[in-house]
């Protein structure tokens, strides 16, 4: 069950900060803690649940910052060349990626064919290149850097198009560090597992305000935000449990996080409280709502208007408790409370769809499968029969799903179109082309193009087991992982051109876009 998996995943990575720190005990602290980093006094706030203490940081790094006859399985037809210093008049775009040899980030130019490296230390939470992305291209946040070296696990800036690289700020005050280094209790590798979630950065819209966790000030981890504008770090809430998982209002008027607590004899994490903090005013700030006890997190899949959300808490049992909150109001109202597998939401249309197993069916007297929900509406209607296990909304216009059935793509007034037997697939940014894809073990192994309103397969691209697939942002071509590596696809011509090898297949490939 996903409960019980993301259980033993979570007590496992414990021992796993606890082995991979234990490396590095013998390690000295001995470089001394920034003295730009001062506290400044306690902002006073209407809620009594939580300490605004808005400590300003003074000082830190300012923030500047058409189808062709089948192909063959892909060959090299050519490696792309790396560079190590910024490219002078480069335009991009660039398909930034994790160096497979662990030497930071490649940043591929898809006119030159050349990869940029940029180098941070390691380890990256790569997680971030989906995440740290300011919405107007000017600069990429990157989490890097051992806990146990001085300072080293940080914020770091990427400036675009340059790629030059600077560091912000620790995100681990000496204090922690220490206690981390020379194994002084749990709390501080509580800490250090939180400020890596890889939920841990958020940009408003706007691109001024980046909030982030970090344990500067306390051995628990507390909300930060950076103004980009007035260029200072402030510490927006502080308390003894562990601050993580920041989600900004579409129009930045809302900042939403939980604080954690860990349940050492569960050996599992619990989600004690979901808060909101009106910004810039700072004006108020309240505790949401309450998890159940059994919520190892509460996720936000959308935004009905700037100041309502929809959320659900994933428990052992499964997500569950889909609820409607208003940060206005201070009010909660569940929409669907009991268990199910995904949920997707469609902000144009207000349009929610999820799938529920045959087992969680039955209880509820229903049928397993996909089903739609308006706005405000308390039917659910059927989608699609079946057993669905990836369920998502595609930006493109259209919900995508997937299962022992197949790809399903589905529009929010219940429109379909089902791929068998494909196990992912992904709608070009134009809306023309879909490329559906199987790594050959749950799912048709290798890669096949569609036309975005037909069943019928164009074009073998890819006959090997494909991991991942990312469409230019211009939907002229396309990227696939497989096997290892990395291959590029344009249009008309769609032949592979192996870019990078050496590719883990045993852990997941993220990338992002930087036009």
Same mark, same amino acid.
């Given at each position: 069950?996903?409960?019980?998996?993301?259980?033993?995943?979570?007590?496992? %990575?414990?021992?796993?900060?606890?082995?991979?720190?234990?490396?590095?005990?013998?390690?000295?602290?001995?470089?001394?803690?920034?003295?730009?980093?001062?506290?400044?006094?306690?902002?006073?706030?209407?809620?009594?649940?939580?300490?605004?203490?808005?400590?300003?940081?003074?000082?830190?790094?300012?923030?500047?910052?058409?189808?062709?006859?089948?192909?063959?399985?892909?060959?090299?037809?050519?490696?792309?060349?790396?560079?190590?210093?910024?490219?002078?008049?480069?335009?991009?775009?660039?398909?930034?990626?994790?160096?497979?040899?662990?030497?930071?980030?490649?940043?591929?130019?898809?006119?030159?064919?050349?990869?940029?490296?940029?180098?941070?230390?390691?380890?990256?939470?790569?997680?971030?290149?989906?995440?740290?992305?300011?919405?107007?291209?000017?600069?990429?946040?990157?989490?890097?850097?051992?806990?146990?070296?001085?300072?080293?696990?940080?914020?770091?800036?990427?400036?675009?198009?340059?790629?030059?690289?600077?560091?912000?700020?620790?995100?681990?005050? /000496?204090?922690?560090?220490?206690?981390?280094?020379?194994?002084?209790?749990?709390?501080?590798?509580?800490?250090?597992?939180?400020?890596?979630?890889?939920?841990?950065?958020?940009?408003?819209?706007?691109?001024?305000?980046?909030?982030?966790?970090?344990? %500067?000030?306390?051995?628990?981890?507390?909300?930060?935000?950076?103004?980009?504008?007035?260029?200072?770090?402030?510490?927006?809430?502080?308390?003894?449990?562990?601050?993580?998982?920041?989600?900004?209002?579409?129009?930045?008027?809302?900042?939403?996080?939980?604080?954690?607590?860990?349940?050492?004899?569960?050996?599992?994490?619990?989600?004690?409280?979901?808060?909101?903090?009106?910004?810039?005013?700072?004006?108020?700030?309240?505790?949401?709502?309450?998890?159940?006890?059994?919520?190892?997190?509460?996720? /936000?899949?959308?935004?009905?208007?700037?100041?309502?959300?929809?959320?659900?808490?994933?428990?052992?049992?499964?997500?569950?408790?889909?609820?409607?909150?208003?940060?206005?109001?201070?009010?909660?109202?569940?929409?669907?409370? #009991?268990?199910?597998?995904?949920?997707?939401?469609?902000?144009?249309?207000?349009?929610?769809?999820?799938?529920?197993?045959?087992? #969680?069916?039955?209880?509820?007297?229903?049928?397993?499968?996909?089903?739609?929900?308006?706005?405000?509406?308390?039917?659910?209607?059927?989608?699609?029969?079946?057993?669905?296990?990836?369920?998502?909304?595609?930006?493109?216009?259209?919900?995508?799903?997937?299962?022992?059935?197949?790809?399903?793509?589905?529009?929010?007034?219940?429109?379909?179109?089902?791929?068998?037997?494909? +196990?992912?697939?992904?709608?070009?940014?134009? +809306?023309?082309?879909?490329?559906?894809?199987?790594?050959?073990?749950?799912?048709?192994?290798?890669?096949?193009?569609?036309?975005?309103?037909?069943?019928?397969?164009?074009?073998?691209?890819?006959?090997?087991?494909?991991?991942? %697939?990312?469409?230019?942002?211009?939907?002229?071509?396309?990227?696939?992982?497989?096997?290892?590596?990395?291959?590029?696809?344009?249009?008309?011509?769609?032949?592979?051109?192996?870019?990078?090898?050496?590719?883990?297949?045993?852990?997941?490939?993220?990338?992002?876009?930087?036009?």
């Amino acid at each position: 069950m996903p409960g019980r998996q993301s259980r033993h995943k979570k007590a496992f %990575l414990i021992w796993g900060v606890v082995l991979f720190l234990g490396t590095g005990m013998a390690c000295q602290l001995t470089s001394p803690r920034p003295a730009s980093w001062a506290g400044t006094s306690t902002a006073d706030v209407r809620n009594t649940e939580i300490a605004l203490t808005r400590d300003a940081i003074a000082g830190t790094a300012p923030f500047v910052f058409t189808p062709t006859a089948p192909s063959n399985t892909p060959v090299a037809t050519s490696t792309a060349t790396i560079t190590s210093t910024p490219r002078e008049n480069a335009h991009g775009p660039w398909l930034v990626f994790p160096d497979p040899e662990g030497e930071g980030l490649n940043a591929y130019d898809i006119n030159t064919h050349k990869i940029h490296r940029i180098s941070l230390p390691e380890p990256i939470i790569t997680t971030d290149l989906t995440r740290g992305l300011a919405p107007d291209g000017s600069k990429l946040i990157i989490r890097a850097g051992l806990a146990e070296n001085t300072d080293e696990l940080a914020l770091y800036q990427i400036n675009l198009p340059s790629f030059e690289v600077s560091k912000l700020t620790p995100l681990l005050s /000496i204090t922690v560090q220490r206690k981390i280094v020379h194994n002084q209790g749990d709390r501080a590798l509580e800490t250090l597992m939180t400020v890596t979630r890889s939920d841990g950065l958020a940009w408003s819209s706007d691109s001024r305000y980046l909030a982030f966790s970090a344990a %500067l000030d306390q051995e628990s981890s507390d909300l930060y935000v950076a103004d980009t504008l007035n260029n200072r770090i402030d510490r927006v809430n502080g308390l003894y449990s562990q601050n993580a998982s920041p989600v900004w209002s579409p129009g930045g008027e809302w900042l939403i996080s939980q604080e954690f607590e860990y349940e050492h004899q569960l050996e599992t994490w619990h989600s004690v409280l979901v808060s909101g903090l009106r910004f810039p005013s700072y004006d108020s700030q309240n505790t949401l709502y309450l998890p159940p006890i059994d919520s190892f997190e509460e996720v /936000i899949i959308g935004w009905i208007n700037p100041h309502t959300f929809l959320s659900y808490s994933n428990t052992e049992s499964g997500p569950r408790l889909l609820r409607q909150v208003s940060a206005d109001e201070v009010k909660e109202s569940i929409i669907f409370e #009991n268990a199910f597998q995904q949920a997707a939401y469609d902000p144009g249309t207000g349009v929610t769809a999820f799938s529920i197993s045959f087992s #969680n069916a039955i209880a509820q007297g229903l049928s397993g499968g996909i089903y739609r929900r308006e706005l405000d509406s308390p039917v659910q209607v059927l989608q699609a029969a079946g057993d669905w296990t990836h369920l998502i909304w595609d930006t493109v216009g259209r919900f995508v799903a997937s299962g022992t059935q197949g790809a399903l793509f589905f529009t929010p007034q219940g429109e379909s179109i089902l791929l068998p037997g494909e +196990g992912n697939a992904r709608l070009a940014p134009n +809306g023309s082309w879909v490329i559906a894809w199987g790594d050959g073990e749950n799912s048709r192994a290798g890669a096949r193009l569609f036309q975005s309103h037909s069943s019928n397969p164009l074009q073998t691209l890819i006959d090997q087991p494909v991991e991942s %697939l990312t469409w230019q942002p211009d939907s002229k071509g396309f990227f696939i992982v497989s096997e290892g590596s990395l291959y590029h696809f344009t249009f008309p011509g769609l032949k592979p051109e192996e870019i990078i090898t050496g590719i883990p297949l045993t852990t997941g490939f993220v990338w992002t876009w930087v036009e």
